[in-house]
């Protein structure tokens, strides 16, 4: 069935954009394309529109960098459980996470900048990029005029390298906000209950349980990122064209590149009102870190031991493993299951394993982080729990 839209008489979107041209301009016409060919127009047109949708975008990521700047700070001291495999591991800050998220993006800021530049670039060069019917001049002017760079030597086609990476730095983008998406997802979970992204009054959560109070933009998050990384994957596949080009490419980035744009546009106003908006608990931080009675003071015991005794590492790896497993398998506390280890008992006592069970221990170097971020912070006291 032939689409009632598509214009038969043309089938070439640029030829009837010219045609339309020459109806509008009369004889002068003849001057409009004059030594063009297609791309020509669509590429410089396409390095146009990028460069004021990389505006936006830019603006966005600075946005972020700033939300992200004042939860490290706020949160530097803000104690909580870090966690390996999903499990226990030791102490770390709420304020250490942000800090990573804010590098991150501060990284982001950068490729995007180098990205957009490369990216931004026409070509007013001819049907295979020779200049044979327009000199270099004319590609100089109109490209400066319009505030891009020029291809310094092109096919028909602005080389899709950059286009590629462009779509990628987005990909990569919206990885890291489905990165900080999900960590609020799973720390929401009433589990943990540490994070929860803003739920506003009245809002419901499930169309069947009233008591639901669903992370639903945090999971939005995570499924539009898988969406702008499947489009990095189609911007690749445009970078091998036939000779010096041909028109597979264009189909795909007329939905590819505005898509991924507008998305992560979205995206990260998104994620700005969830860092801004989110409730951070620090009493159940605090609370959480007791969940496994001790345990995750193992390797401070383990090191101590080593330093106050003349036994092997092993073998007081085996003490405190022992006494571990039992305080995990339902027995009691930690430090009441290694004063029942022999090489533990004889070398600590529980006023001492008390003073290393303190997780403010672990935080000590904290300001080190902030300091090579260019964030200084003011030392917390040390305290017991």
């Not at 509008?24 to 791309?39: D, E, Y």
């Not at 620090?282 to 193992?298: A, V």
């Not at 090579?372 to 729990?385: E, N, Q, S, W």
């Amino acid at each position: 069935m032939v689409n009632q839209f598509e214009n038969q008489a043309f089938r070439h979107d640029v030829i009837a954009f010219t045609t339309q041209l020459a109806e509008q301009i009369g004889p002068a016409s003849r001057f409009v394309h004059i030594g063009l060919t297609s791309s020509d127009v669509v590429d410089t047109a396409w390095a146009l529109r990028l460069k004021h949708a990389a505006k936006i975008i830019s603006e966005d990521l600075k946005r972020i960098t700033v939300v992200l700047r004042r939860l490290a700070k706020k949160h530097a001291h803000t104690i909580m459980m870090g966690r390996t495999h999903g499990m226990h591991a030791e102490p770390t800050t709420f304020g250490l996470k942000c800090l990573v998220w804010l590098q991150e993006f501060e990284r982001h800021r950068e490729r995007f900048d180098a990205a957009t530049k490369r990216v931004c670039v026409g070509k007013i060069s001819g049907a295979v990029g020779t200049f044979a019917h327009s000199g270099p001049n004319m590609e100089k002017y109109v490209c400066k005029s319009l505030g891009l760079g020029f291809e310094p030597v092109s096919t028909q086609v602005v080389q899709r390298d950059r286009h590629s990476e462009f779509l990628s730095v987005l990909a990569l983008i919206t990885a890291s906000i489905e990165k900080i998406a999900q960590e609020v997802r799973h720390l929401q979970r009433p589990e943990f209950r540490e994070l929860e992204e803003p739920f506003a009054s009245g809002q419901k959560g499930s169309s069947a349980m009233p008591h639901k109070r669903n992370p639903v933009v945090c999971e939005q998050l995570c499924g539009l990122a898988r969406v702008v990384r499947a489009n990095a994957s189609a911007g690749l596949e445009n970078v091998a064209l036939w000779h010096e080009r041909d028109i597979s490419h264009s189909s795909v980035e007329r939905v590819v590149i505005p898509d991924s744009c507008s998305l992560t546009d979205y995206m990260l106003g998104k994620l700005q009102w969830l860092l801004e908006g989110m409730k951070v608990d620090k009493k159940r931080m605090r609370e959480n870190l007791w969940l496994t009675r001790g345990l995750i003071f193992s390797q401070k015991v383990l090191l101590h031991l080593i330093e106050v005794s003349p036994i092997s590492r092993e073998d007081a790896y085996t003490s405190v493993q022992a006494a571990a497993m039992r305080t995990w398998n339902g027995g009691e506390d930690f430090a009441t299951e290694l004063l029942k280890e022999t090489p533990v008992r004889k070398h600590l006592d529980r006023d001492e394993l008390a003073e290393i069970m303190n997780p403010e221990s672990f935080l000590q170097h904290i300001g080190e982080h902030y300091k090579r971020c260019g964030i200084p912070i003011k030392a917390a006291p040390r305290k017991a729990l």
